[in-house]
């Protein structure tokens, strides 16, 4: 039988900690060329609606360890509103108010489809993780305050990861928008009980603390480089959100993975705003990434971490993976199955007596 799970089945079957652990081992076997990552593929078509485009992105890979093999699938309205003068990248949930991302598992030994579940829960759960495993590693052991620039989806995994690799006794808050960052501060002081300051600017959050998590949809730079102090740990998710003069302070540098490893952009008379693709253009020349290690690297001892209490540590947590579902896609199906989660399917829907 195929199981079909909710976003609030995922939610419930993925614990931040068992997400971390089951994305450090699959990295580990990443680094070692046990474990596969597949294409990254994104077609760009123009839409109905003014001013957007239509995605139609695809990503996979494997865990041979976890006998377990991912697709996500997302089919996206992109849009560039403007929020107090910067640009973001927006997506629309344009599908009756709600956004359509779906991941397929599949059983390595027989092939058959494992399970079938909406991606949204596990799309910031995925990024948290591996934010928290680069922390885990290269922030300072007694790490306990961190400023969060963000405070929006992706934010609230950022806030787990970090609280279940350190001792964190307060978190300070940014975002441009005062009502969403106080509401943040409120739902994230609930969840992970421990102290969520919100601050008026990004500069007041960074002063003083030992973690900065970038994790906004901002076009323009949301952190500084002069802001940054000694022996601090600076992690981004965005390219856009970093001041590129980062790359020169930082003592020591980690990329997720290189570009390279495989990722493919086709476009029908559809294109992003030329000033947002100059600018990815021109901070992916002022990092010169080819020449930075990568999160496996780190994970291996292949590479060293933190040299000193004194050096500032950056981890540059770009370029997603498909093989980050099949990581996730493991904890999840076991304890989805184990707790009785979603609904049972005939897999017989799903496969064919006749040859592929």
């Known amino acids: 039988m195929t199981l079909l799970l909710s976003n609030e089945d995922v939610e419930r079957a993925l614990p931040m900690r068992e997400c971390l652990e089951a994305m450090e081992i699959a990295y580990r076997d990443l680094g070692l060329k046990e474990g596969a990552n597949g294409l990254r593929s994104e077609v760009l078509t123009p839409t109905a609606r003014g001013g957007a485009l239509y995605s139609l992105l695809t990503m996979s890979g494997v865990v041979p360890r976890f006998k377990i093999a991912a697709v996500r699938i997302d089919s996206d309205i992109l849009t560039w509103p403007s929020l107090g003068g910067v640009a973001r990248r927006v997506k629309v949930p344009a599908a009756d108010g709600r956004y359509v991302g779906l991941v397929l598992l599949f059983d390595t030994h027989t092939g058959e489809p494992l399970a079938i579940y909406p991606d949204g829960v596990v799309q910031r759960m995925r990024v948290g993780a591996v934010t928290g495993l680069a922390a885990k590693y290269l922030a300072r052991a007694e790490a306990q305050e961190v400023a969060l620039i963000g405070a929006g989806f992706q934010a609230g995994a950022q806030a787990m990861a970090i609280a279940a690799v350190r001792n964190v006794k307060r978190i300070r808050c940014f975002s441009p928008d005062r009502q969403k960052r106080e509401s943040f501060a409120r739902e994230i002081e609930s969840k992970l009980g421990l102290e969520v300051v919100p601050c008026d600017s990004a500069r007041e959050a960074v002063k003083g603390v030992d973690i900065v998590l970038c994790a906004t949809n901002s076009?323009?730079?949301?952190?500084?480089?002069?802001?940054?102090?000694?022996?601090?740990?600076?992690?981004?998710?965005?390219?856009?959100?970093?001041?590129?003069?980062?790359?020169?302070?930082?003592?020591?540098?980690?990329?997720?993975?290189?570009?390279?490893?495989?990722?493919?952009?086709?476009?029908?008379?559809?294109?992003?705003?030329?000033?947002?693709?100059?600018?990815?253009?021109?901070?992916?020349?002022?990092?010169?990434?080819?020449?930075?290690?990568?999160?496996?690297?780190?994970?291996?001892?292949?590479?060293?971490?933190?040299?000193?209490?004194?050096?500032?540590?950056?981890?540059?947590?770009?370029?997603?993976?498909?093989?980050?579902?099949?990581?996730?896609?493991?904890?999840?199906?076991?304890?989805?199955?184990?707790?009785?989660?979603?609904?049972?399917?005939?897999?017989?829907?799903?496969?064919?007596?006749?040859?592929?």
């Open 219 to 356: 076009m323009e730079p949301a952190l500084m480089a002069d802001w940054l102090e000694a022996g601090q740990h600076v992690s981004s998710i965005s390219r856009l959100e970093l001041d590129p003069d980062i790359i020169a302070k930082a003592n020591v540098i980690f990329l997720h993975v290189h570009e390279v490893h495989g990722k493919s952009i086709r476009t029908a008379g559809a294109y992003p705003p030329k000033d947002v693709e100059d600018k990815r253009a021109a901070l992916g020349a002022k990092i010169a990434q080819a020449g930075w290690p990568e999160l496996p690297d780190l994970l291996l001892d292949k590479v060293p971490g933190r040299g000193s209490d004194r050096d500032i540590t950056l981890f540059l947590n770009y370029t997603g993976l498909g093989y980050q579902f099949a990581a996730t896609g493991h904890v999840i199906y076991k304890n989805a199955r184990e707790a009785g989660l979603g609904r049972e399917l005939d897999t017989s829907l799903f496969t064919s007596a006749l040859p592929s």
